[in-house]
């Protein structure tokens, strides 16, 4: 099995079952694993909610470190409608002309430095940095600020070996805390000013809303892109004939780009709380118990995608869930696919190939369930073109 390669561990459960189950905290989760189920539950918010206990549907659990809720995904409808109807404007942003610019201009500048170098850690060498560049666009606020984020390491809420850490969770939040004080003070441009003088309703957002929607920024992207960009270098590592194919055949980009997201998803699950007893694939759920909507699972369901466990860079049928599904759709999907394309474009114009020289498989241990989720390290080296 080549290195790259993301093995589906839930195959057997999903086929058999439809569920796996886990524990989490002494909080106990059962896993919905096949697409249609994962659809139908993420859909049935009355049933399965967000709104719960502010970091509960989180797996693992925050539940014990952060009170603040997360805007607008820990949010049911029909509040949960007005507060996205606030942001959406804003997270589409990417789209835009100069900030598409701006962001090719960052991607071809690292991709250039790393050209220069007989090898890059690609973690926090080049993903980190790349996904918190990019940040600062998202915001609005000067390049400079990304020289901190990067200073957090690839984890807002986990250090080495733990699962949860709540002290460097709190590096974040008093962080925020002090920039919302600056854009109370001094309002600008940047994210924090337009919520800060934003309403909903007709009322403005409480500092408390402000710190939700700015904690769901900063954590809610930075795994997940850091994992997408680390995987597909990889991938591309050991297939350098899809550097040409996207290189000879630039119309194929944007599917590649899904492909690659459906078959990495860079978040494995997302949880919801069940309002009511209830059934799953047959399995009886009780009031207040936890079910996850396993991403992972559901994009390799072969009921749905034809060869699910083989990269298909040009897929046309392509109904994933890895930006998640319904309402809650990830508010940051346009960013992360704008870096996606534009990285895929400028690796295949300046990359002929890249070598990996050392890795180290990051693991998740999910009660039955051991899914390889990307890298803890990749060393790489990369030969221009």
């Not at 249609?36 to 719960?52: E, I, L, M, P, Y």
């Not at 500048?109 to 690609?122: A, C, P, Q, Y």
């Not at 991403?295 to 994933?320: C, G, M, Q, T, Y």
Request: aromatic share 8%.
């Amino acid at each position: 099995m080549k290195k790259s390669a993301l093995p589906d561990p839930f195959e057997e459960a999903r086929v058999n079952k439809g569920y796996g189950e886990m524990d989490d905290q002494n909080d106990p989760v059962t896993m919905i694993l096949g697409l249609k189920d994962v659809r139908k539950c993420a859909h049935n918010w009355k049933t399965f909610q967000s709104g719960a206990e502010p970091g509960r549907i989180v797996i693992p659990s925050e539940v014990n470190i952060r009170d603040t809720r997360q805007i607008p995904f820990e949010v049911d409808p029909p509040e949960h409608k007005d507060f996205r109807a606030l942001v959406d404007p804003w997270f589409k942003r990417p789209l835009e002309a100069d900030y598409s610019a701006t962001l090719t201009q960052q991607i071809n500048d690292i991709v250039d430095e790393m050209l220069t170098k007989d090898s890059i850690e690609v973690v926090e060498g080049f993903s980190l940095r790349l996904q918190s560049r990019a940040l600062t666009l998202l915001l609005n606020i000067p390049y400079e600020e990304s020289e901190t984020w990067i200073s957090w390491g690839t984890h807002v809420f986990r250090s080495e070996g733990e699962a949860l850490d709540g002290d460097k969770a709190n590096i974040l939040y008093d962080y925020i805390d002090e920039k919302i004080t600056k854009a109370i003070e001094n309002p600008g441009d940047d994210l924090y000013s337009m919520l800060l003088a934003a309403t909903v309703n007709g009322k403005k957002l409480t500092r408390e809303e402000v710190k939700g929607v700015m904690i769901l920024t900063f954590a809610g992207g930075r795994d997940t892109v850091i994992n997408a960009i680390t995987n597909s270098i990889a991938y591309l590592a050991e297939h350098p004939e899809s550097l040409n194919r996207l290189l000879n055949e630039p119309e194929i980009t944007g599917r590649a780009v899904e492909e690659l997201i459906r078959y990495f998803s860079p978040l494995t699950q997302m949880g919801r709380v069940v309002t009511e007893d209830t059934q799953v694939c047959e399995h009886a759920i009780k009031e207040d118990s936890r079910i996850s909507l396993c991403w992972a699972s559901a994009n390799r369901d072969a009921k749905v995608f034809e060869n699910p466990n083989d990269v298909v860079l040009d897929r046309k049928i392509n109904p994933h869930v890895a930006f998640g599904f319904s309402h809650h759709n990830c508010l940051g999907a346009t960013h992360a696919r704008q870096i996606m394309n534009i990285l895929l474009k400028t690796l295949a114009k300046k990359v002929k190939s890249i070598d990996i020289i050392d890795y180290k498989e990051n693991i998740e241990e999910l009660g039955e369930f051991n899914r390889k989720v990307g890298y803890n390290s990749l060393t790489v080296k990369f030969n221009g073109r």
